[in-house]
């Protein structure tokens, strides 16, 4: 089983960017996604895309500001967060999905926090 090792967040400003990181032990070749979990709420999507890069998918509140890309060569799917606010401090995880539903194990996550 391909295990996912999450990378890349840290503490910000409002307004700031961050570029996290989803390494993949092997070859992945399904679509996989970005999912968070702020504190006291439940996992939620955040941005998909399929094996080729051709198609994304993003939850409404980060459209515009986040960016999922991958390198199937390295094994490794980004999300390029842009315009960071408060309301996107969570726990990161990326994993394999059908559509926008999580079907993969979870790695560790990876803490972004966003301060005002």
């Known amino acids: 089983q391909v295990q996912l090792v999450e990378s890349g967040g840290g503490l910000v400003q409002a307004g700031g960017s961050l570029r996290l990181s989803c390494a993949a032990s092997g070859r992945t070749f399904n679509a996989m996604g970005w999912f968070r979990q702020a504190p006291g709420k439940e996992r939620e999507f955040v941005a998909a895309i399929n094996w080729s890069g051709s198609s994304t998918r993003y939850t409404d509140s980060v459209k515009g500001r986040f960016t999922i890309s991958r390198d199937n060569a390295k094994n490794t799917v980004y999300l390029q967060m842009n315009s960071l606010n408060s309301e996107d401090t969570a726990l990161y995880y990326c994993?394999?999905?059908?559509?926008?539903?999580?079907?993969?194990?979870w790695g560790q996550g990876t803490q972004v926090t966003v301060s005002s």
């Open positions: 994993t394999v999905v059908a559509g926008t539903t999580p079907i993969g194990s």
